[in-house]
């Protein structure tokens, strides 16, 4: 890291003059500090011994809160919201993570071994930024035009995408994160790019303004035509004079789920010889990254150019380990950690591709693209507005292919399928080695594929196979207005079926019986079936069913969701063949309490990727997602006896519980619907809380005070009683319970009791009970 620093004090000491080298030090948890206030006073007052040592040994240090982008409550904010988004995201000691600096650069070394000796300090490290990425074009066989436009396998087929709605960007949002740009370039100025952070610097306006080219020049009859020229909306951050993860925390709390941001930079890899790499070696980095891919945003990322297109070593990633021991790269490796980002390598323009001597290689590079010869947009020092190039690279020129490919394949899949795939479906998607080029078959390092958008979008499309659960019994596999939670293909057993697919397949005469589930019985395993049909054109192979369950709730938001367990289905026939899994089993341990409960199933392979739990946290995609994606449907229809429950709270009653739920993230309004198909004599009462019952007063005359929390109010047995207008809070669970009675005489006999959920006239949700004798 001393070499880094020469380098920088000889090569780039404008920026070092704006972004000073500093030590970024993670306390312990256990050790707190206040975010909002000076590091060395707090430690001061608190007559902490290492500190007094420290600051008499290097006067004029200062200690300040690491992420300083965002306040520390806006930042709480958004790691909420990507806990609500994903339920895999465990988030980063943000808060644990300061920055330490000093006047004299050099003494920082010394500073950062002294702090990692303190029992407080989980880790110090410092930082020296690195020069933009650097294009040796002595030697380039120079392209005259765009062909990493072309068809594979010169290129990724961006003019076939440019054919399908959506598929030149239309709708799609882009960030790009790096130093200095020149937005008012005459193929960019139509976009009319803002800066969300930071200031641009001179010296690198030539580089961002080639990464923009790339991606989005204007289809305007000037120099070059980017990969996705329409798109809606086009930013740039900067860490110039900052920071890199406040540029990207800046970023991301201006971003949606869906959209794409590029990360086109690169640092000095820790424990190297100046190894540059990909920006999350460093781990606060790392944390302001995983936020962003778990708040449902596409995160592309420049590998790095090894010595900065210098000679070998390139980064090995499978092999490097941190100064901490950590394998960080390698997912076999003890300290792998994945950000969620899609981190691109460089390769030949010229087909077969072959490795960049000096880009990055290992298991975790997602995506190959050119890394010379690219024919974008240029500028200089002075921002001047119409210079051209046909000599960028590195893996800062391979990186926006990648990045114009996602916005191309969430642009056709808005377009044409309703909703936008988050990051890990679009990572599926373009390190598929299905739907990609791969390198030279003399290529012997790993660096996956290039993308194909045709063989891509061929797959989105024109879906082979394509995959679907029903959502109720005469679901075909299309968008619906029918029920949405009703689904005969989610089939829970409290005893293993010998033979499923002969008890619940095609040909078994059960196919669209719904009532072949079994209620959650104590102290015992169970084993739940999932059924699929594949309408597609070609059978499909390593089908992964997932069923999560749920309390049941009128609304079953991913936050509800327990994951029972995953099983893979060898072949899923096309033809429409009913085709059952093998059992999942669900340990009796990990069974709640005896009861009904809503089950969630989602279904997938490469090539028709099911939805992540991370996607549904987007109320838009969750809206769409419930009638328009064939690959998850919900189960929450529940088999009941009308024999009376001797713990109901009404005699002669059988209770019905379950959650009235608000949408995920704000507060929204709902129409209640609860529709009893009821016989003469029957009785259906509503019970509620309190603060649900003022809303609804005026639907539900009679009714009667329990408490003071808790309303119970007589509803029509054979009518619908609608309840409009309801406003729950974000992320309401409101704990209710429907009372039900029968008459004795028809208790064997089969009734329904439906409650639907809507927004805007859209079902997002509902639950079905239904008596009488369940069917084998």
Same mark, same amino acid.
């Given at each position: 890291m001393e070499q880094a620093l020469k380098f920088m004090q000889d090569k780039h000491p404008d920026i070092l003059e704006k972004e000073p080298p500093y030590v970024a030090v993670r306390f312990s948890p256990e050790f707190k500090l206040d975010y909002n206030d000076d590091g060395i006073r707090q430690l001061s007052e608190r007559q902490f011994t290492p500190i007094k040592r420290l600051t008499t040994k290097f006067p004029g240090l200062r200690m300040t809160r690491l992420y300083q982008a965002l306040s520390p409550d806006k930042l709480s904010d958004l790691i909420k919201r990507a806990q609500a988004t994903d339920d895999t995201y465990k988030p980063g000691p943000f808060f644990s993570y300061f920055k330490i600096e000093h006047d004299d650069p050099a003494q920082l070394f010394a500073i950062a071994k002294d702090m990692q000796r303190w029992r407080e300090v989980e880790q110090a490290q410092v930082y020296i930024p690195a020069p933009d990425p650097l294009v040796d074009s002595t030697d380039d066989v120079r392209a005259v035009n765009q062909t990493y436009l072309n068809a594979a396998p010169v290129g990724i087929d961006a003019r076939y995408a440019w054919t399908f709605p959506g598929g030149d960007g239309q709708g799609q949002a882009l960030v790009d994160l790096e130093r200095g740009w020149t937005v008012d370039h005459e193929d960019l100025n139509a976009h009319g790019i803002t800066l969300l952070h930071g200031t641009i610097r001179?010296?690198?306006?030539?580089?961002?303004?080639?990464?923009?080219?790339?991606?989005?020049?204007?289809?305007?009859?000037?120099?070059?035509?980017?990969?996705?020229?329409?798109?809606?909306?086009?930013? @740039?951050?900067?860490?110039?004079?900052?920071?890199?993860?406040?540029?990207?925390?800046?970023?991301?709390?201006?971003?949606?789920?869906?959209?794409?941001?590029l990360l086109e930079v690169q640092v000095a890899v820790p424990g190297t010889a100046n190894i540059l790499g990909p920006c999350e070696v460093l781990d606060a980095v790392y944390e302001a990254i995983r936020l962003a891919t778990a708040l449902g945003i596409i995160v592309v990322e420049a590998g790095g150019n090894g010595t900065n297109n210098g000679q070998t070593p390139p980064l090995a990633m499978d092999t490097y380990v941190t100064p901490g021991g950590d394998a960080i790269f390698n997912p076999a490796g003890a300290g792998f950690r994945d950000s969620g980002a899609i981190i691109v390598s460089a390769a030949t323009s010229a087909a077969p591709h072959t490795r960049m001597v000096w880009a990055p290689h290992g298991q975790r590079i997602d995506n190959y693209a050119w890394g010379q010869n690219i024919n974008t947009l240029d500028s200089n020092d002075g921002g001047s507005t119409n210079l051209y190039t046909n000599s960028f690279g590195g893996t800062s020129g391979a990186s926006p292919m990648v990045t114009g490919a996602a916005?191309?394949?969430?642009?056709?899949?808005?377009?044409?399928?309703?909703?936008?795939?988050?990051?890990?479906?679009?990572?599926?998607?373009?390190?598929?080695?299905?739907?990609?080029?791969?390198?030279?078959?003399?290529?012997?390092?790993?660096?996956?594929?290039?993308?194909?958008?045709?063989?891509?979008?061929?797959?989105?499309?024109?879906?082979?196979?394509?995959?679907?659960?029903?959502?109720?019994?005469?679901?075909?596999?299309?968008?619906?207005?029918?029920?949405?939670?009703?689904?005969?293909?989610?089939?829970?057993?409290?005893?293993?079926?010998?033979?499923?697919q002969g008890a619940f397949g095609e040909g078994s005469g059960t196919e669209n019986s719904n009532t072949l589930g079994s209620s959650v019985v104590a102290a015992t395993d169970h084993f739940v079936y999932v059924r699929m049909r594949n309408q597609g054109g070609s059978a499909a192979t390593d089908v992964n069913a997932t069923v999560f369950w749920s309390p049941p709730a009128s609304l079953v938001t991913p936050d509800l969701w327990t994951e029972v367990g995953?099983?893979?289905?060898?072949?899923?026939?096309?033809?429409?063949?009913?085709?059952?899994?093998?059992?999942?089993?669900?340990?009796?341990?990990?069974?709640?309490?005896?009861?009904?409960?809503?089950?969630?199933?989602?279904?997938?392979?490469?090539?028709?990727?099911?939805?992540?739990?991370?996607?549904?946290?987007?109320?838009?995609?969750?809206?769409?997602?419930?009638?328009?994606?064939?690959?998850?449907?919900?189960?929450?229809?529940n088999v009941i006896d009308a024999e009376p429950d001797p713990?109901?709270?009404?005699?002669?009653?059988? @209770?019905?519980?379950?959650?009235?739920?608000?949408?995920?993230?704000?507060?929204?309004?709902?129409?209640?619907?609860?529709?009893?198909?009821?016989?003469?004599?029957?009785?259906?009462?509503?019970?509620?809380?309190?603060?649900?019952?003022?809303?609804?007063?005026?639907?539900?005359?009679?009714?009667?005070?329990?408490?003071?929390?808790?309303?119970?109010?007589?509803?029509?047995?054979?009518?619908?009683?609608?309840?409009?207008?309801?406003?729950?809070?974000?992320?309401?669970?409101?704990?209710?319970?429907?009372?039900?009675?029968?008459?004795?005489?028809l208790r064997k006999q089969t009734f329904q009791v439906m409650l639907r959920q809507y927004h805007r006239g859209q079902q997002v949700g509902g639950l079905t009970w239904q008596t009488g004798a369940r069917k084998a």
């Open positions: 001179d010296g690198s306006r030539a580089h961002g303004t080639s990464v923009f080219g790339e991606i989005c020049a204007v289809d305007n009859a000037l120099g070059c035509v980017g990969i996705t020229p329409n798109l809606a909306s086009v930013r @740039a951050t900067s860490y110039f004079g900052n920071t890199i993860q406040d540029a990207l925390l800046a970023a991301v709390s201006a971003m949606a789920f869906g959209d794409v941001l916005l191309a394949i969430n642009g056709i899949a808005q377009a044409s399928l309703g909703f936008r795939f988050g990051p890990k479906q679009m990572r599926a998607l373009l390190r598929n080695p299905a739907t990609g080029t791969p390198p030279s078959a003399a290529e012997t390092t790993q660096i996956s594929v290039m993308p194909n958008l045709r063989l891509i979008i061929d797959n989105l499309l024109d879906v082979t196979p394509d995959l679907y659960i029903r959502d109720f019994v005469g679901d075909t596999g299309l968008p619906h207005t029918g029920a949405i939670s009703s689904s005969p293909d989610i089939i829970v057993r409290p005893t293993a079926v010998v033979n499923p995953t099983t893979t289905l060898a072949t899923v026939p096309n033809g429409n063949q009913l085709t059952v899994s093998d059992a999942i089993t669900w340990p009796a341990a990990s069974v709640p309490a005896p009861g009904h409960y809503c089950f969630v199933g989602l279904i997938g392979n490469a090539l028709d990727p099911a939805p992540s739990p991370a996607d549904f946290g987007d109320w838009a995609n969750f809206q769409r997602f419930i009638r328009d994606n064939n690959n998850v449907t919900w189960r929450n229809f713990s109901a709270a009404v005699d002669g009653f059988v @209770a019905l519980p379950f959650l009235l739920v608000g949408a995920p993230d704000k507060p929204r309004v709902f129409d209640i619907v609860i529709d009893g198909k009821l016989p003469e004599g029957a009785r259906l009462l509503f019970q509620m809380p309190l603060g649900l019952f003022k809303q609804a007063r005026q639907y539900l005359p009679k009714a009667d005070f329990l408490d003071q929390d808790e309303v119970r109010a007589s509803l029509h047995p054979f009518r619908q009683t609608m309840l409009k207008g309801m406003k729950l809070p974000a992320k309401y669970r409101g704990k209710c319970q429907l009372l039900l009675h029968i008459p004795k005489p």
